[in-house]
């Protein structure tokens, strides 16, 4: 059974950096993508990131581009959002997806997701 | 400001049709496989249909899929209570080199 687990999430000050973890398991997880999709509260879903299963290939969304690093570490089965220069905006559940497409495309397993509050 | 557009609501009674659109443009939609993801309150979301049409193991035929140039559509029949959730369509945008979902929208059933 498929399973992923987010942590690190915290109430962080504007301009703040953060480090979120996906541990997956159930899957032989260097085969396949895996991203990161954020929900602000009472809002919609909104992706940010996306990593390909060897790491080689990256994506972002133009709302993190630069401030944001996504990483794999296929021997601890865990992906990784480094998140920098963090703003009010920022503030979402953050959960990782496994994706068994090429390029971002099909989300077949969600985290629940961990928090990430930008506020002073 | 999501570049795929889907009404905020639909409803319907116990039984009934409801459709959502997905409405976006030929660097998204119209060159890329759309899905379509459910949220039930609280929870994560579940992948309903890829591939514009296809349904993932486990999920009934009641939901469906379809496109059209540049806009899907998600179909469920026989609606049932516990299909109120919100729903959200998501494709590849060529242009953005990113993923985008839609502005998702909520079925009620009434």
């Known amino acids: 059974e498929v399973h992923l687990l987010e942590s690190g999430g915290a109430l962080v000050q504007p301009g703040g950096s953060l480090r979120l973890s996906c541990e997956a398991s159930?899957?032989?997880?260097?085969?396949?993508?895996m991203n990161w999709v954020r929900q602000a509260p009472g809002k919609g879903l909104e992706w940010v990131s996306g990593?390909?299963?060897?790491?080689?290939?990256?994506y972002y969304a133009d709302s993190v581009k630069g401030r944001v690093t996504i990483s794999r570490d296929n021997s601890k089965n865990t992906v990784y959002l480094q998140m920098n220069s963090l703003r009010v905006e920022d503030t979402a559940v953050y959960s990782c997806?496994?994706?068994?497409?090429?390029?971002?495309?099909?989300?077949?397993?969600w985290g629940h997701g961990t928090l990430v509050t930008v506020s002073s | 400001q999501s570049v795929l557009t889907q009404p905020p609501s639909v409803s319907a009674a116990p039984g009934q049709k409801v459709t959502i659109s997905c409405s976006g443009s030929?660097?998204?939609?119209?060159?890329?496989?759309v899905s379509w993801y459910q949220q039930l309150p609280g929870t994560a979301p579940k992948l309903l249909i890829y591939?514009?049409?296809k349904r993932p193991s486990g999920i009934p035929d009641r939901f469906s899929g379809s496109k059209s140039a540049t806009s899907a559509t998600l179909g469920i029949t026989g609606l049932q209570t516990g299909d109120e959730a919100d729903y959200y369509c998501?494709?590849?945008?060529?242009?953005?080199?990113?993923?985008?979902f839609g502005t998702g929208t909520k079925v009620t059933v009434l």
């Open positions: 159930g899957f032989t997880f260097s085969t396949y993508a």
């Open positions: 591939e514009y049409h």
């Open positions: 998501g494709t590849w945008d060529s242009s953005l080199s990113a993923y985008v």
């Open positions: 997806a496994k994706d068994f497409g090429v390029v971002p495309s099909n989300f077949d397993y």
């Open positions: 030929s660097s998204n939609i119209g060159n890329n496989y």
């Open positions: 990593i390909s299963g060897s790491g080689s290939n990256t």
